[in-house]
């Protein structure tokens, strides 16, 4: 069974938001207690920066720890989600017999994104 786990950072995340040639990227920083895989890559604990980049068919999040290690990955739009914080983002993280993996970032609109699943 697998263990979904809820990390409430309504202190460490911060969500704001920009224009670039007219693709909206949005900015969401974070704090990992520990190493969160994403994607095919394991960032560190720390401070994370997280870029969603919206096309005009696709989203992708761009992680980069404060280390500079970075993790692109696609991901699915996601309607009608409540963080549990309320008023700020929340990260979703499933913990694996490898570790954490980062599954679903959401945010203060009630919308948010989760990781498309991997081939395996």
């Known amino acids: ?7 409430s950072c309504a ?6 938001g920009s224009l670039h040639a007219q693709v909206p990227v ?6 990992f207690a520990s190493p969160v895989i994403v ?13 969603i980049a919206r096309g005009s ?4 999040l ?4 404060e280390s500079g290690e970075t993790s692109s ?3 699915n739009r996601l309607y009608d989600e409540t963080p549990e914080t ?3 983002a929340d990260i979703v993280l499933e913990r694996r017999s490898d570790g954490l993996h980062f599954e679903r970032l959401l945010l203060p609109d009630h919308t948010g994104f989760a990781v498309l699943p991997s081939a395996e």
């Open 1 to 7: 069974m697998k263990k979904m786990a809820m990390l």
């Open 11 to 16: 202190a460490a995340l911060t969500v704001c």
């Open 26 to 31: 949005d900015t969401v920083n974070v704090r």
């Open 39 to 51: 994607g095919a890559k394991t960032l560190p604990a720390g401070e994370c920066t997280i870029h």
């Open 57 to 60: 068919n696709s989203v992708v």
């Open 62 to 65: 761009e992680m980069r720890a």
């Open 73 to 75: 990955i696609l991901v």
């Open 86 to 88: 309320g008023s700020n």
